[in-house]
């Protein structure tokens, strides 16, 4: 979220939705701020990786290892000028196993919408 807004220097507009698909939740972030180009797209998953004079690249690697932990994916599309959107896929239930003597517990999560505009 805190890139979608850095994105979007004059304004813009930050799409948050979260739906099931398939046997995942996915959660998308979609904004309408300067995009990536293709040799900025190859390096954000790369640690200390940064287009931000103050940043540390490190945010991006470590949503997609968290992510992955989780059994799951992230993906990216982007185009210059347009916007970016990341979309997220997290097995929809997981079975917790249980410590001794306990029970196994099903999780899954509803779908919902949260859209929101910045402006400069």
Request: charged share 25%.
């Amino acid at each position: 979220i805190k890139n979608a807004l850095d994105a979007m220097l004059d304004g813009g507009e930050l799409l948050i939705l979260s739906r099931e698909a398939e046997n995942n939740v996915e959660f998308v972030f979609k904004d309408t701020g300067t995009g990536m180009n293709k040799d900025v797209l190859e390096k954000i998953w790369t640690p200390f990786f940064t287009t931000r004079a103050k940043g540390l690249g490190l945010g991006l690697p470590i949503c997609k290892r968290i992510v992955e932990a989780h059994g799951g994916k992230i993906s990216v599309e982007s185009i210059v000028g347009e916007g970016t959107t990341f979309t997220i896929a997290i097995p929809m239930s997981i079975e917790a196993k249980a410590k001794e003597g306990g029970e196994n517990v099903w999780v899954s999560t509803p779908a919902s919408l949260l859209s929101t505009t910045t402006k400069a």
